[in-house]
């Protein structure tokens, strides 16, 4: 059986807490993604931050994003799976809090990696990833 560390995307780049949002975006942009781990000055996670979470938590909210950090808007604790997770509970995770991409975190906690909807899609059956589609990104539709 397939686990989350045989279909993660390996070496996820942070964005820092103190780091700005301008500078979350061009990471976005160079890196080619739409969401980025958000860590914390002690080399943990401490979110996620997306390109809408930039647009409208601060943008469309009259923020500057060449002062607003991306720790401003981490909220909560993240939702993570571990890398040795079996690939069922990858999915039932990601479809049981409706989100798109989870953080990979090995058993000290440290972000591994990142598992989206499109490495869902290049591993696993076509059945599988309908569902997912069907449960996560068509309710958000």
Known sequence: MTNARDVMHTGADCVGEHDT????????RDLDVGALPICGDDDKLHGIITDRDIVVKCLA???????MTAGELAQGK??????DADIKQVLQTM???RIRRVP??????RLVGMISEADLARNLPEKEVGRFVEAVVAYSI
């Open 21 to 28: 949002l301008d500078a979350a975006a061009r990471r976005m």
């Open 104 to 109: 990979i975190i090995d058993e000290n906690k």
């Open 61 to 67: 909210a009259g923020g500057d994003p060449t002062k």
């Open 95 to 97: 479809e049981e809090h």
């Open 78 to 83: 993240p939702v993570t799976v571990k890398a």
